[in-house]
Structure formats: C-alpha cells, structure tokens
DNA sequence: TATTGTTATACTCTATAACTATA
DNA sequence: TATAGTTATAGAGTATAACAATA
C-alpha cells in the first residue's frame, strides 16, 4: 500500500505517456490508425473470434468495435464470416493481406522500440512489460471482484451500451 | 537489448493501457476533462510559468495547450497575466479556486488508485513509476540526441507547428 | 424479452495552418 | 524576419442511444 506523494506521480508518468503513444501512432501505416492496428494483433495473437468477444479484449464498447472491423473490413484485411451457430453472429478471421499488413506493423513498432530502449536492457523491459499487464489485471479485478461481492456497486462494467428495457 | 516477441508484448500492452486511461477519466470531476486536469497538476506541480514552457511540459502543440488553457481561464482556475518583460507573453498562474480544484482532483484520482492498486506493495507502484518515467526519458532524449547529432534526422519535434517562412 | 451487432450523434484530444501582436 | 499565442478546421478514439435481426 503506497502513498498519496506516490500515487500522484504516478498519475503524473500516466499523463505524460500520452507522449510515447503518439510517436509510436505517427509511425503507423497509411490507412491503418491505431485503432486498426490494435484489431489486427488481438486477431493475429488470439485467432478468430466474434465481436463480442474482441470488444471484450479491446475494453471498449462494442459500438467502437464495430467501426475499427467496418474499417478494417473495407480493406480486405479482415473477413466476417456468419457464425453458423448463431446467425446475429459474425466470426472475425484475418486474410493475408490483413497478415502482411500486421506483418509490417509489427515491423515498424518493434524497429521504433528497439531504437528507443536500445539503452535498456531485457529485463527492464521485461519487467516494465510485466507491470503495465499487471496493472491492467489491477483494474480488471477489481470489476470482476465487485460482481462476484453480491451486491454490485459497479454497473456492471460490460462491453456495450446497456439494452434499454422499456 | 531486447528481441522482437518482448518487444510485441510490450507495444500490446501500451495498446491496452487506454483501458486504465479511460477508467480514471471517468472519476474526473464535471468541466475537468483529462486535459484541463494534465495542466492543473503541472502548474500545481511547477508553479506559475508561460505557455511555452506549459506545452513542452505537457509534450503537445502549443495551439492544443492554449485551448485547455483558454478552458480553465473561463472557469476562473488559472489567470493569465501579461508578461512584463515580453508583451507577447503571458503568465499562467493557479488561482485559489483552481487549487481547489486540483485538490479535489488529486483526492479522486488518489483514492482510485490506492482501491485498485490495493494489493500492490510500495517498491511495486515506485518501480512502475519509474520505469514509465524512464520510458518517456527515452523518447525524448532520441529526439533531442537527434538534434544534437548535427543532420537531424527527425524534424526537430518542437510544440507548435513550424512557422511557414514563405 | 434478451442479445448481437450496426449506425447516428456528440464529446475529448490532437495536429496543421493561418492569423495577430510583439521582438 | 522570427517568435508567442490564438483560432479554425479536420481527424482519430470513445461513449450513449436507438435500431434491426435473431435467440
């Protein structure tokens, strides 16, 4: 358990990441905003998946999703096939040309990386790595945690706009 | 020197970071989105200075400060007063309110964190600290290493747009 | 009646370019 | 001519709400 001096600078660090995330968007391809890209590697890692499922990965609503596939769709890097098992489904699956795009992705972000952190060795960046996952784990939880608690004061934090029960 | 899988983990976890971001956005108080918020803590943080300085501090363009600026002066959070040594200047000063407001701020923001990150030991939020410090140390030393290396390579990344000498 | 996904609308943050006033 | 700051405009990301199709 950490200190209020603490906590405010690491706010602070969080604030001023902004800065790293742009460069790191300025080196993207044409046509591919980070949004895109982020679709494209959550396909790459995990394989074919429904919406839902990649909005859950994402932590966004599924409105915002949606709009990065349409996007990604209209230029023949991903296909969205119907899901047999459930016709309002559609299953998401890279083509090549989404792989080569994710290909060349991971290219430029990787080269901008290793230039950057030339200076660090592999087990800072490990466990820098490591922390910023656990951090994201720290929030999750805590959602997840609240559910399970009974009675929930979080809103049910899902993965779209809640459905209007007239 | 790290090899290109740590370095992919690395980027996805940048990716997923905004997930974090988001959260804290949500806490913040009405009229005090993440911008506004950004240059309370660094005027709180460095204490009266010109926009100048602001917006090298904050690592975006001077027009993108003067908008977040030109927000807290109409709430009455900041003052802006003209610099007597250059006319074209001016003076960016918290005033009592505005320090409320970061007070207010820093509360919210505080208790958040030390909810979430309750289970994270002091050496572990001070590490991450760091390590993100470091990070944003390491692009912008490559930028300003660049400058000084004679032919600059990068476009000498200032905070405003390059004036056009036509 | 509830869920999956799409679309329309609105808000925040950012950068580029053009402009004013001063150096 | 160059610099400090402002404003107009445009692009990207996100959330909310309303809607269609299917469970």
Known sequence: MAGKAQYEELIRQFSAFGA????LGRILPAECPSGS???LTLLG???DMRMSRLAELLAVDMSVTSRHVAHLADRGW???????????????RLTPAGQAQLDELSERTTQLLAHRLSDWTDEEVGQLTRLMTRLRASFDDCRS???R?????????STRTPAITT
């Open 20 to 23: 790293v995330k742009r460069e």
């Open 37 to 39: 890209a982020a679709v």
């Open 45 to 47: 890692r995990h394989g």
């Open 78 to 92: 991903i296909e969205r096939s119907p899901d047999p098992a459930d016709k309002r489904s559609r299953i998401l």
């Open 145 to 147: 945690a609240a559910a």
């Open 149 to 157: 608690s009974g009675a929930p004061p979080v809103p049910e934090q």
